[in-house]
């Protein structure tokens, strides 16, 4: 399969806050895959590191209150052309929780650590692109050991 995949996750240093998200398990079972590393907040021209954003009444503001919804869509659109231009995804396993790359819930907005049910804007458009996305724990259970 190509695989899609947050960039952080692979052990890149493309968090917020100058750090990854590094998961070994994801990186193992996706032996045997195409991989394409993708981070749309870096595509979108977003520094690392870079405050903390989150969707708040659905444009992404940092916690100071600026909005870097653009950056975030821009990013977006970048991400699934680069996915595009290798040929195109059969999945894609993305950082749960972000702005940009959750799949199932997100931060609400209040920058309290509280999650609520939703995706980030790169998940929307994948979605709206026909793309099925994943979490890393989804993932494991359902395709590790396929390689």
């Known amino acids: 399969m190509r695989i899609a995949v947050s960039a952080c996750?692979?052990?890149?240093?493309?968090?917020?806050?100058?750090?990854?998200?590094?998961?070994?398990?994801?990186?193992?079972?996706?032996?045997?895959?195409?991989?394409?590393p993708v981070c749309?907040?870096?595509?979108?021209?977003?520094?690392?590191?870079?405050?903390?954003?989150?969707?708040?009444?659905?444009?992404?503001?940092?916690q100071a209150g600026a909005s870097v919804d653009a950056a975030f869509r821009l990013g977006a659109k970048r991400a699934l052309d680069h996915i595009e231009a290798a040929g195109g995804c059969d999945l894609a396993v993305l950082q749960p929780r972000s702005?940009?790359?959750?799949?199932?819930?997100?931060?609400?907005?209040?920058?309290?650590?509280?999650?609520?049910?939703?995706?980030?804007v790169f998940v929307r458009l994948l979605r709206q692109h026909g793309l099925r996305v994943m979490q890393p724990d989804d993932f494991l259970t359902e395709f590790a050991g396929l390689g």
């Open 40 to 62: 749309p907040e870096v595509l979108g021209g977003l520094p690392i590191p870079r405050p903390p954003a989150e969707i708040v009444h659905g444009e992404v503001r940092t």
């Open 9 to 36: 996750l692979l052990g890149e240093n493309y968090k917020y806050s100058g750090g990854n998200n590094l998961c070994p398990e994801l990186v193992d079972a996706l032996s045997g895959h195409e991989v394409i």
């Open 99 to 120: 702005p940009s790359c959750g799949a199932s819930e997100v931060y609400d907005g209040t920058f309290s650590g509280r999650l609520v049910p939703g995706s980030g």
